[in-house]
Nanobody, 118 residues
Framework: QVQLVESGGGLVQPGGSLRLSCEAR????????IGWFRQAPGMEREGVSC????????WYADSVKGRFTASRDNAKSMVYLQMNSLKPEDTAVYYC???????????WGQGTQVTVSS
């Protein structure tokens, strides 16, 4: 059974950091572009980052460039999102999913809540 399982969300103060993790189960992560999306209340889902299958190229949304770092460990079937200098506007449910050329594969996690508030 194909699954993407996120963890690491929570409540953090503005300026703080969180690290999200995503475990890929039931398929070979190596073959797919994989990344992160987020959806804030009342807003459309938006792309945050997308890593190429060979880890050679990573796309970031302008709103997170310089603050977020995405990475993958194919050997462990894991994907990560290190989020620094968090802002209240980063509050959203974050989803791990196939992206880019692999978007049509349609593998999505269940989401993890990130709340940035003092």
């Amino acid at each position: 059974q194909v699954q993407l399982v996120e963890s690491g969300g929570g409540l953090v103060q503005p300026g703080g950091s969180l690290r999200l993790s995503c475990e890929a189960r039931g398929f070979f992560l190596d073959y797919f572009e994989i990344g992160w999306f987020r959806q804030a209340p009342g807003m459309e889902r938006e792309g945050v980052s997308c890593i190429s299958s060979d880890d050679g190229d990573t796309w970031y949304a302008d709103s997170v460039k310089g603050r977020f770092t995405a990475s993958r460990d194919n050997a462990k079937s894991m994907v990560y999102l290190q989020m620094n200098s968090l802002k209240p506007e980063d509050t959203a449910v974050y989803y791990c999913a196939t992206c880019g050329k692999s978007l049509a594969r349609g593998y999505w996690g269940q989401g993890t809540q990130v709340t940035v508030s003092s």
